[in-house]
């Protein structure tokens, strides 16, 4: 059951062209509610339907949501409501705040266009202000088979430093070890077990979508800088322990690990 506060409340999604926005209007509309949409292509432009919209969702890439922020926000009365779709939080939540007097959500979907449908999918809201909508829009995703979180911008791009930056210069660091071994995907893949086969699979999907995506997921992620120190050091001091520590060493140090995991 949708909500009640959803009812007779209409949706713009600004950026409805790309794939999450093509995605979600999608999934609104598979609800009965009503979504308009405006792209670069599309009669109506974004000032019109902030005006048109009760809900003004940005579906664009990171650097263009901040902008759209800034030059939308004043457009946005306090009964509205700012949504944005980023991958990353701090920045545009924060933009979002400044620039409106909406109440504000950042919501993060944890997977891509192709997905089938949300179920088992995590979404992250990250509050940003005013709450009358949190709870809603966790209801919703939760009913269509999600797995909701809610926390502050912050240590969401925190999270995602980890989850996402340094995963992405792993991965990339792989394909660059590759490249220098002249280590071709098809030689790889002759060699490879189980698990570096999913190593080379994860190379083979980053380079094969968008390289932009990951230069801003990495770049403009302000804790990624920190977090991927952290992660250098831990991988030197993990090397060092198991290719040059003394048994007893070694293996206290894995089981450590093995009991925080469970």
């Known amino acids: 059951m949708i909500p009640d506060i959803f009812v007779g409340k209409k949706i713009g999604v600004i950026g409805g062209h790309g794939g999450m926005g093509r995605w979600f209007s999608a999934f609104f509309r598979d609800l009965g509610l009503s979504v308009e949409v405006s792209d670069l292509d599309t009669a109506i432009s974004n000032e019109e339907l902030v005006f048109k919209s009760d809900i003004v969702i940005l579906s664009t890439p990171m650097a263009v949501a901040v902008s ?26 924060q933009a979002m ?13 944890m997977f891509g266009q192709y997905t089938a449908s949300m179920q088992g999918q995590n979404v992250i809201l990250t509050p940003g202000r005013g709450h009358l909508w949190t709870d809603p829009f966790h209801r919703l995703f939760e009913d269509a088979g999600a797995v909701v979180s809610v926390m502050d911008a912050a240590t969401h791009d925190r999270h995602m430093a ?9 991965t990339i660091a792989t394909g660059a070890y590759m490249q220098q071994e002249s280590m071709d995907p098809e030689t790889a893949c002759r060699v490879a077990t189980p698990i570096f086969r999913l190593n080379v699979d994860f190379v083979g999907r980053l380079f094969a979508l968008d390289l932009g995506l990951y230069e801003d997921l990495i770049a403009r992620n302000p804790y990624a800088r920190e977090v991927s120190g952290v992660f250098a050091k831990l991988l030197a001091d993990t090397s060092q322990i198991l290719l040059d520590g003394k048994v007893a060493d070694k293996r206290q140090w894995l089981e450590g690990i093995k009991s925080f995991l469970g």
């Open 68 to 93: 759209l922020a800034r030059k939308l926000g004043p457009l946005m009365s306090e009964e509205k409501l700012f949504v944005d779709f980023s991958s990353l939080k701090e920045e545009v939540v």
């Open 97 to 109: 705040v400044a620039f409106s007097t909406a109440e504000v959500l950042g919501i993060h979907p």
């Open 162 to 170: 980890f989850v996402q930056s340094v995963t992405h210069l792993v």
